[in-house]
């Protein structure tokens, strides 16, 4: 009977979703290496994790990576149309990306694996870095299989309905999740505020935070050399929390409380 499956409320949960954006060298991926969890997967979208020389927890992280550039390894192809009307026109990448499709891959291999470990799952937090670098692996992928020179509307749709299906999926982990995300600014035409989002195409990343417990903003280093970061929206800045702490602070463990 469906009532049957009516609980009450946890007094803790038992893991938390973290979505951290801010420009580069913000401090997302130092806050996101603070976690106190002693088994780390980093999902390295970006490639730069082993080329950090500073990094708290290392011992306590393990790394995947696609293996797999944007481009062509052996040549540079640029992507263009001489005729908006003919996107199949002009120059088209003529090597598969395969980034995303490794990383869809890699997740749902990670799921299976919790739902094989029983109580004992593999890892206790999974970091995605970047959901930007994902974001472009998609897209190539996309102009490659259509075989066009540039991102079409429809393709757009293609593109948004892929990104929040992954994003559904890796939010379905059962640990500690973590994406990592650039920011992108725009100029609110009505109000002349500057709008700072996640770094995602389209209206997605006006909706971003949404989908996590967490989602704060990386600010930078103040005059200290503190990494500040805000957990609020507030400034036309997107951001949220669900506990009780200062609209801004200070980057550090603590958070993970």
């Known amino acids: 009977m469906p009532l049957d499956e009516i609980t009450p409320i946890s007094d803790k949960p038992l893991f938390k979703s973290y979505l951290f954006y801010g420009p580069p060298g913000s401090g997302k991926t130092t806050l996101a ?8 997967l980093w999902l390295d979208m970006d490639q730069k994790i082993n080329e950090m020389d500073v990094l708290p927890n290392k011992g306590s992280i393990h790394v995947w990576t696609p293996g797999e550039p944007l481009g062509d390894p052996e040549q540079i192809q640029i992507p263009w149309s001489p005729d908006p009307k003919n996107v199949a026109a002009g120059t088209i990448p003529v090597r598969k990306p395969r980034g995303y499709e490794k990383l869809v891959g890699m997740t749902n ?3 299976k694996a919790y739902r094989n470990a029983g109580t004992a799952p593999p890892y206790d937090v999974v970091v995605l870095d970047t959901l930007t670098s994902m974001s472009d ?15 079409t509307e429809r393709l757009w749709g293609i593109y948004l309905a892929g990104m929040l299906e992954y994003i559904n999926g890796f939010l379905q982990l059962p640990c500690d999740r ?9 100029i609110d035409e009505d109000t002349k505020q500057d709008i700072v989002r996640p770094s995602v195409a389209g209206q997605m990343g006006d ?10 903003y990386l600010k930078g280093r103040d005059r200290s050399g503190k990494y500040t970061l805000q957990t609020i929206t507030s400034d036309g800045i997107a951001a949220r929390t669900s506990m009780k702490i200062d609209p801004q602070l200070s980057a550090g463990p603590d958070i993970y409380r």
């Open 33 to 40: 290496a603070m976690h106190p969890s002693k088994h780390k």
């Open 109 to 111: 291999d990670l799921l």
């Open 137 to 151: 692996h998609w897209q190539r992928l996309l102009m490659f299989t259509h075989k066009v020179s540039f991102m």
């Open 178 to 186: 973590i994406i990592l995300c650039h920011e992108k600014r725009r």
């Open 207 to 216: 909706n971003l935070v949404r989908h996590f417990t967490e989602a704060y």
